[in-house]
């Protein structure tokens, strides 16, 4: 189990007695595979962190077709900060892909925890720019590389969710068909076996 | 002339005397059409903020095509925090599209000012959550939209720059050939003409 209080132990250098206290108390959900976490048109209430399980944040068009903005395995944040900072109705689903347990983080958790020790401030910042930087680099990827670069930069971000995830959800985030996604693999195999 | 001075006191409720003095001695640079600000292998040091003029923010792929991230007209911030924060090369490039003038902003100057007045640092965070929410959108537009939406967001979000930049460059950040967009563009001026 990866736990909230370990993962923040393991970013911060220090930490005071209070900040523990304040972790401790954080909730924790436990989710069944297909739950909601969020659906489109709800006020997101939460940053969630992954401690067990897999989770995806997706749109749905007026096609019905989902698209997949992101994966959130264990150790990873995911929150649609549209609808929580600004408090606009979400255009965005949070579901669980696997049996999951959460740590609910409210936004004033965070102002509450950086009162108390300034350090989580800078944890913050650093996320928050993280977080600016991987969309960012996606954007970029979305514009510019092939099917195989965007593959290969998937299996980069997410190593462990090819096995998690059936190939119609990974399509989906890379923004390509199942089928392109099939020569891709099909392509990269056969020149792995031919080296 | 859009000042980074009337801008902050635009987005705070108050502010300190101690901070209009940071703030009036920040670094500005007069730079003129086609000139770069930062690029590619650099690594980059400011957040820049414009007072007057545009900047766009794109890669170059390997087969020498631009892909554009992002433009930057009067009071808007660009930077590439994956190189200004975590000390990278940049893999993007910022230059002038027209003669400008742009504050320059380090990310010390975020940390000075921060301890000064809190307010900033509420300001701040709210930059950064507008800036994820900015960019969380254009991916799910980039799956989702078709090019016609795709212009029409781009409308929305940056109305007066169709105007000032060349059809290509529009063309380059919708992720779309220029033939398409001209295609978006009959439509829509049909569509409106005829009703």
Known sequence: ????????????NSKSPQMDDLIENCNTRQILKDEFLLRQGEQSRYIFFVEQGLLKQYSV???GKEHILMFAPEKWFVADRESLYFKRPSLYFIKALEDSRVVLLEESFINKIAEVDHSFLELN????????????NRINSLLSDSAEERYLSFVQTYPDILLRVPQAMVASYLGITPESLSRVRKDLAERNFHK
Request: hydrophobic share 35%.
């Open 125 to 136: 910042n650093r996320l928050l720019n993280n977080h600016i930087l991987h969309l960012q």
């Open 1 to 12: 189990m990866n736990t909230f209080k370990e993962y923040i132990a393991s970013q911060l």
């Open 61 to 63: 068009d007026e096609k």
